[in-house]
């Protein structure tokens, strides 16, 4: 079993800047595919970034693509989304996830395990 723990979330303005970062607890971590995924309320969880296990691979969806960028950091079992130019439509709650194989999903159904998630506000 594989827990992670989404932090750095809460309330910014439109515009701002805002880190997630989602630790994980596992040994094999760099074996993961790790992503990001949002879910604003009455609407499905919606794809926001992807990364490999060696973070060479890398990607986003529409709506964050040139916005956001995702990273890891293999050492410290890590992995970050970094979220600029926020916008009011980027208000959900956001999911960290990983995907057990040398796949680099963007769907929900690919992923092993998800984050308990975390809220982000952007207010205009």
């Known amino acids: 079993q594989m827990h992670m723990e989404e932090s750095g979330g809460g309330l910014a303005q439109a515009g701002d800047s805002l880190r997630l970062s989602c630790a994980a607890s596992v040994r094999t971590f760099k074996n993961y595919a790790m992503g990001w995924f949002r879910q604003a309320p009455g609407k499905e969880r919606e794809f926001v970034a992807v990364i490999n296990g060696n973070g060479g691979i890398t990607y986003y969806g529409d709506s964050v693509n040139g916005r956001f960028t995702i990273s890891r950091d293999n050492a410290k079992n890590t992995v970050y989304l970094q979220m600029n130019s926020l916008k009011p439509e980027d208000t959900a709650v956001y999911y960290c996830?990983?995907?057990?194989?040398?796949?680099?999903?963007?769907?929900?159904?690919?992923?092993?395990?998800w984050g308990q998630g975390i809220q982000v506000t952007v207010s205009s």
């Open positions: 996830a990983a995907h057990d194989g040398p796949m680099v999903p963007t769907v929900v159904a690919d992923y092993n395990f």
